[in-house]
């Protein structure tokens, strides 16, 4: 009785470890985990690399796929509308939303509709439509709808916000790399680096890497004496634009 109790014993401690054996693991990595800003900084291309570790060793003969994303710091943001209203361009409509990414990039090897279904796509927040921007109260849900298309196409064009159907490469279906272009107007803050191995449609693993983005030397200090001494900053913003303008007039009429 003993014995067989030891072994019963035995095989429930080792059921956790084979069932886990027996999915694939993500072994991830990042080119940078930190991206300092200094002067004259015009962004970075960042590598996302890693392996697939199927159980036995072995890839099997149908290859799955594999999307990464990078996400920056949420924060609330305002979108406003603007109308032509008697010849003037003038703000008529706002929404606010609570908590949206500051920086959102994903790239796949594959374009994200033929991966995944809207219901993982939306677990996950995979693509650009799944982003769940927690828009604040008061709006009727069609009003939603538009500021968080607005949303996500002015991030667009500021390169904020980027979907690349093409930008992971697989080789020997179990070597992943992925670039992301981290533009040079990018937030500081904690990033997060997520990859995701799916096959079938279905989410088969994840991992996830840290990525902090700072300011170092004068832009640093520029950003802090902005946030600490906000009155005193914007006087002396202001005083600097006014001199350099009065120089630069002062030149001219000597000329």
Known sequence: MKAGGGRVL???????????????RLVPDVSQSRIEIRYQFTGVELLLFGAILYPGGRAPAEQAD??????????????????????????VESARFRS??????????????????DRAAAIYELGLRNLQLSPGPGSTPEVQRRFESGLV???????????????????????????????????????TAETFLIKDGRV????????????????????????????AYGIVAVSL???????????????
């Open 66 to 91: 594999i999307a990464v994303v990078v996400k920056g710091p949420v924060q609330p943001l305002v979108v406003r509308e603007k109308q032509k209203v008697a010849g003037i361009w003038m703000n």
């Open 10 to 24: 035995l095989l429930l401690l080792l059921a956790p470890a084979t069932l886990g054996a027996s999915k694939p």
């Open 241 to 255: 634009s006014l001199l350099l303008g009065w120089a630069a007039a002062a030149v001219f009429r000597r000329r």
């Open 100 to 117: 949206a990414p500051s920086f959102y990039a994903v790239a796949s090897s594959r374009p994200l509709a033929k991966l995944v279904d």
């Open 153 to 191: 196409e002015l991030m667009q064009r500021r390169g904020l916000y980027v979907e690349d159907p093409k930008g992971v490469v697989i080789t020997d279906g179990v070597l992943y790399r992925g670039r992301i272009r981290i533009p040079a107007q990018v937030p500081v803050g904690n990033y």
């Open 204 to 231: 088969l693993a994840g991992a996830t890497r840290d990525i902090r983005i700072e300011k170092l030397g004068f832009e640093r200090w520029v950003a802090q004496a902005a946030n600490r001494w906000s009155l």
